[in-house]
Structure formats: C-alpha cells, structure tokens
C-alpha cells in the first residue's frame, strides 16, 4: 500500500507526460487479489482525478497543458467510474460494498466541484449514478450487502442520491412495463388474428 501512496503522490506533485502516464500502475494494483490493495488503488485514482480537476477550476495549470490534462481527466473519470461498476458486480460482498461507496462518493465529490455550474455538476453526478446502477441491474446477482448499503448509507442520507436513483428506478420500471404491455399486445394480436381468420 506504500507503493500506491507513492505513486498518488507522484502523480499530484507536478504534470507531465510521463507522470500521468504512472496512473496506469494504479489500475495495475486493482488487479491484485486483495481486496485492501483494491481499495487503496482505487481510492488513490479518485485523489488523483480530484486533485487534477481542482487544478483545472483553479487554473494553476499552464495553459500549454491544460486542455491535454483536462481530456486526460475526463477519459481516466470514465474509466475509473467503469472499474467501479465492474467491481461492483464481482461475486465477492465486500468488493461490491466497497465499489458502491466509492463510486457514489466520487460521484457527490464530482458534483459539488461542478466547476461553477451546480446543475453541470448534478448532471454529471446523475450519470455517473445511473450508469453504476445500470451495471448493478444487469448483474446476474448482486448482494444483499450491496443493498443495504445503497439504501441506508446513500439513499437515506442524501437527497441529491435519492433523487437519482428514485428517478431512475422508476424509469427502469416503466420500460419494463412498456416492454410487458408489447409482449401481451403482440400475444393477443396472434390470438386475434388466430380468431377471424377464415380457415
């Protein structure tokens, strides 16, 4: 875990190329069996995306390389939020726990940054939300662990996730009604059909 503080450290200290480039020995460590490396890495990617995100809102970045770290910022906040809806549909309780609670953590971080526009924020928030949820939907299981956690550490908690996830809930249950409805609609235009036709 020492190795992961050094490299967050590295990252943060100053921006070049090659520095940047050591994120990809964070998402190394993400691989690694151990859930507690998992999680220092993971966290150790968020404090980066962070730091660079309060660089660009506070313009200490040359100018030279601003655009290139806010592009880098931008590709590294999917595919770190991607890593976490990943995890989040492992076979293991508390790597789905741990991938929740940092992905809608980093998610709220996100938003309250919003880079002056709050409802910017909020929307990026939502999306970032939305699309753990879609994972946790999808996933053949998920734990009940997972659960609990959304519910009573998030949805309780905080209205701003409550929104979301109500929100979006209630949009996942209206496509699948609507989906149910073509289903009986089409089963009852055959039987229809079935019905007057002549032979």
Known sequence: MEEVSNVVSRLTCDVTAERLNAISSLYKHCE???LRVVAEALKGIGQVLVHYRQSIRAGTLSSSVQSKVRKWVEQHGQA???VLAKL???SNPQAQVCAVRLAIEAARAEATEGLGKPEAGYQVMEN???GLMAELLTAPAWSEHV???ITGEFI???LDVRQVLLTYLRLCCKQVGEA???VVDTNFMKRRRQET???
Request: proline share 8%.
């Open 128 to 130: 970032r939300i939305q």
């Open 180 to 182: 149910e409805d073509e």
């Open 88 to 90: 989040a549909t492992t």
């Open 32 to 34: 690694s069996p151990d």
């Open 80 to 82: 770190y939020h991607a």
């Open 156 to 158: 309780k908690r905080f």
């Open 147 to 149: 659960a609990q956690c």
């Open 197 to 199: 036709r002549p032979f």
